[in-house]
T-cell receptor, first 115, second 110 residues
Framework: DAEITQSPRHKITETGRQVTLACHQT?????MFWYRQDLGHGLRLIHY???????NKGEVSDGYSVSRSNTEDLPLTLESAASSQTSVYFC??????????????FGPGTRLTVT | DQQVKQNSPSLSVQEGRISILNCDYT??????FLWYKKYPAEGPTFLIS???IKDKNEDGRFTVFLNKSAKHLSLHIVPSQPGDSAVYFCAAYSNYQLIWGAGTKLIIKP
């Protein structure tokens, strides 16, 4: 079965460190998204990609970067982790053009704590 | 400015009764809406959707109603079951992206 996986599931890091969160999908979807979820804010879009070599900033992109070198993976990098980036991070994918559905499929999330 | 709003952070409903979760939006160009359900420590999962050409869509115990003139949609769960306890997110589709509400935590009491 197709799926979307995230690793690690939990991460504790120190302020100032670079951190990379992995996202891998086997849906063969063109669109991939990174969100953070914080209490009272729902899901906020960090970065997104509509295909290989394409990346775009979302509403809360400061301090984050992504790269898309293949269809399956969209790693999220925190250049210099800050305590404000303590959150739960979700990766998602979609492909309305081929699936006919606007639905996004989500990974299980990564809980990141910056101390 | 939030384009999709879920004004009730939480809702408590007796098992077997109807749960009604509400969502308002501000952009009249939105023409497709989705509801997601999220359990703790899991990613959101798709529940039901509705296109603006309809005013109602049903799937088993779940029904979504859309009132375009009021820019309002609601999710009805009948009857409510203990497994329905979760956070419910409303989202609007726009340009390959989903615009999310803040979520409503539904608690089903025995």
């Amino acid at each position: 079965d197709a799926e979307i996986t995230q690793s690690p599931r939990h991460k504790i890091t120190e302020t100032g460190r670079q951190v990379t969160l992995a996202c891998h999908q086997t849906w063969n979807h063109n669109n991939m998204f990174w969100y953070r979820q914080d209490l009272g804010h729902g899901l906020r879009l960090i970065h997104y990609s509509y295909g290989v070599q394409d990346t775009n900033k979302g509403e809360v992109s400061d301090g984050y970067s992504v790269s898309r070198s293949n269809t399956e993976d969209l790693p999220l990098t925190l250049e210099s982790a800050a305590s404000s980036q303590t959150s739960v991070y979700f990766c998602a994918s979609s492909d309305p053009g081929t699936s006919g559905s606007y639905e996004q499929y989500f990974g299980p999330g990564t809980r990141l704590t910056v101390t | 400015d939030q384009q999709v709003k879920q004004n009730s952070p939480s809702l408590s409903v007796q098992e077997g009764r109807i749960s009604i979760l509400n969502c308002d939006y501000t952009n009249s160009m939105f023409d497709y809406f989705l509801w997601y359900k999220k359990y703790p420590a899991e990613g959101p999962t798709f529940l039901i959707s509705i296109s603006s050409i309809k005013d109602k869509n049903e799937d088993g115990r779940f029904t979504v109603f859309l009132n375009k003139s009021a820019k309002h949609l609601s999710l009805h769960i009948v009857p409510s079951q203990p497994g329905d306890s979760a956070v419910y997110f409303c989202a609007a589709y726009s340009n390959y992206q989903l615009i999310w509400g803040a979520g409503t935590k539904l608690i089903i009491k025995p």
